[in-house]
């Protein structure tokens, strides 16, 4: 009977572990889906999307400036198309002249951190750091506007809020980003229909294009801007769009 009970005891607690571990995996995975999610996060106002009655698209690039900006910049000026760049901040001490020829274009700069870390996790002082240092690029370079900001990877969960909240700065990620799937991002076209499927009025579209790894979507732009202009609409910058929001 002893062993028995024993037997039976050391179940029980065989069963508790099992069940705690799984609720913890479970909490963990809940919690890494909420840190990436574009619409909601713990702390300040995060927008993906802008509900506007009007045909307006904000097309916004993240990372750089790199070797790789002028050509864009050729494009868009070309098209007549003014967009956000969400710059590093360390890309931007290195490159001052890329920075300020995207003003120059009038085209909007936004913070991307200074070191494009994941801060899911980062603490007080790493988010600190990460977009105090971004910013004084940013205004160094002779941005004056109001500057947004776009977490790299997409991630925060609550140091990150905490402190945008507390600066009465808005998180702006995307609902259209065809480069972030690897078999869109293998295809130009792929990429191109992807955007003219999804756009909306008030969508805001990601693209990647200041790396060579990224030749595909400097070859999908040409495409998806000229759909969008058939389709009929405007870009505007993050900024512009953030103020056609219907009331």
């Known amino acids: 009977m002893a062993k028995s009970a024993t037997a039976k005891t050391w ?3 065989v069963v508790w572990i099992s069940v705690a571990l799984i609720a913890l995996i ?3 995975y809940g919690l890494w889906q909420f840190s990436k999610s574009r619409d909601m996060q713990l702390f300040g106002t995060i927008v993906s999307r802008v509900e506007t009655p009007e ?3 904000a097309l916004t690039f993240d ?3 790199t070797q790789y900006l002028p050509d864009v910049l050729t494009l868009l000026k070309e098209r007549n198309v003014k967009a956000t760049f969400f710059v590093i901040g360390g890309d931007v001490e290195k490159n001052p002249d890329l920075a300020r020829a995207i003003l120059a274009d009038g085209h909007e700069l936004g913070n991307h951190t200074y070191t494009h870390s994941n801060m899911t996790l980062a603490g007080w002082d ?11 690029a940013i205004r160094a370079a002779g941005y004056t506007g109001k500057i947004h900001f776009r977490p790299p990877f997409g991630k925060k969960l609550v140091t990150l809020p905490l402190y945008l909240a507390q600066h009465d700065r808005i998180t702006v990620t995307q609902d259209i980003e065809p480069d ?3 078999r869109l991002s293998a295809d130009s ?12 009025p008030g969508s805001i579209v990601l693209l990647h294009v200041m790396y060579k790894s990224r030749e595909t979507s400097r070859q999908a732009l040409p495409g998806i801007i000229d759909g969008l202009h058939e389709r009929g609409y405007r870009f505007v910058t ?3 769009l953030l103020g056609s929001a219907a009331n």
């Open 55 to 57: 045909k307006v698209i």
């Open 11 to 13: 179940l029980r607690i």
């Open 63 to 65: 990372d750089g400036p």
């Open 26 to 28: 479970a909490v963990a």
């Open 238 to 240: 993050v900024s512009e």
């Open 126 to 136: 790493k988010v600190v750091s990460e977009v105090e240092r971004t910013d004084a």
């Open 180 to 182: 972030s799937s690897a």
């Open 189 to 200: 076209g792929l990429m191109v229909d992807h955007v003219l499927n999804r756009a909306r």
